[in-house]
């Protein structure tokens, strides 16, 4: 099966099907599709009508933008602050 030959490492600017972007995300062909049909999701390549790629760089690229690092999340209250700070220093805290 050629997903499972998919390897990223030396092959960044490589462009794969969108059934293969679609195990790379872990996403569905039919989540691509609505992705770009509302302009959101990984940058990809429209060679013609009916064919569509995605670079890894691009996939990778799109991955690394939906990183979520909830130490560095501004909009966490100051009340969820204090609740992990607790957890954090193993005190017990009343849910």
């Known amino acids: 099966m050629v997903r499972e030959k998919i390897s990223v490492v030396g092959e960044v600017d490589r462009a794969v099907s969108d ?3 679609a195990f790379i995300l872990g996403v569905s062909r039919q989540t691509l599709c609505n ?3 509302i302009g959101v999701g990984p940058a990809y390549l429209k060679i013609n009508s009916k ?3 995605y670079r890894l760089s691009d996939l990778q690229a799109f991955m690394d933008s939906q990183r979520v690092d909830p ?5 966490l209250s100051a ?3 204090s609740v992990r ?3 954090e220093a193993g005190e017990e805290v009343a849910a």
């Open 19 to 21: 059934k293969d972007a």
């Open 35 to 37: 992705w770009r049909h």
């Open 51 to 53: 064919m569509i790629r």
């Open 71 to 75: 130490n560095a999340d501004p909009a």
């Open 79 to 81: 009340t969820a602050r």
């Open 85 to 87: 700070e607790a957890l």
